[in-house]
């Protein structure tokens, strides 16, 4: 059963745009969001994350949105370059330090 | 030169064979995860450690074990009952009152043949 879903699998977005990604989740008990960028064959790097309390975090180029009542949240990647193109995962943390990952959105960003 | 090690980053065996992956960290951190990534799949929860000799099991912990006997060392052992077990492995750590960030290490692709 998968607590945390991506339902976009890929994302091709224009250099200089804005890159949004999705995802949604299922128990409403998660406190803390977090999204991670993911080269192929590396461990995932943490970018931002977002306590369950607020409802948006902003770090330079990156900002998440959490939106609680629809158990919705989004990264926000703006302007997007092209060394931004990978894998993002969206995770979830509940109160017991176990972590849900979702199934990860592969973003292009075109020159 | 801080960081998670995990070795090697390519394992191969038979089928039948146990196999153990290494996990080390000199990061200090108290948690210590263990995940499995399939294609086309996010990364599922084998087992963690919260402590020195304490573990949990994740939600796919079938045919994996663990131990915890230092907190630099989380070892995985992958054993003949796990039915699928080529996969991309993936060790985490966490600082305890650190409530969000997980660190990786770089990932050991095993392949059962």
């Known amino acids: 059963d998968q607590q945390v879903k991506q339902n976009s699998p890929s994302l091709s977005v224009q250099e200089g745009r804005i890159s949004i990604l999705n995802c949604d989740y299922t128990?409403?008990?998660?406190?803390?969001f977090l999204w991670y960028k993911k080269y192929p064959a590396e461990g995932p790097t943490f970018l931002i994350s977002?306590?369950?309390?607020?409802d948006k975090n902003e770090d330079g180029r990156f900002t998440v949105f959490l939106n609680k009542s629809a158990k919705h949240l989004s990264l926000h990647i703006v302007p997007s370059q092209p060394g931004d193109s990978a894998v993002y995962f969206c995770?979830?943390?509940?109160?017991?330090?176990?972590?849900?990952f979702g199934t990860g959105t592969s973003l292009t960003v075109i020159p | 030169d801080g960081g998670i090690t995990q070795s090697p980053k390519y394992l191969f065996r038979k089928e039948g064979q146990n196999v153990t992956l290494s996990c080390e960290q000199n990061?200090?951190?108290?948690?210590m995860y263990w995940y499995r990534q399939d294609p086309g799949q996010g990364l599922r929860l084998i087992y963690y450690?919260?402590?020195?000799?304490?573990?949990q099991k994740g939600d796919i912990a079938e045919g994996y074990s663990v131990s915890r006997e230092k907190k630099e060392s989380f070892p995985l052992t992958v054993t003949s009952a796990q039915k699928n077990p080529t996969a991309f492995y993936l060790c985490?750590?966490?600082?305890?009152?650190?409530?969000?960030?997980?660190?990786f290490g770089p990932g050991t692709r095993l392949t059962v043949l």
């Open positions: 985490a750590t966490r600082l305890r009152h650190v409530f969000d960030e997980q660190f």
């Open positions: 128990n409403s008990m998660f406190d803390y």
């Open positions: 977002i306590s369950s309390i607020k």
């Open positions: 995770a979830a943390r509940n109160t017991g330090n176990q972590f849900y």
């Open positions: 990061l200090n951190h108290d948690a």
């Open positions: 450690s919260q402590i020195v000799n304490d573990f």
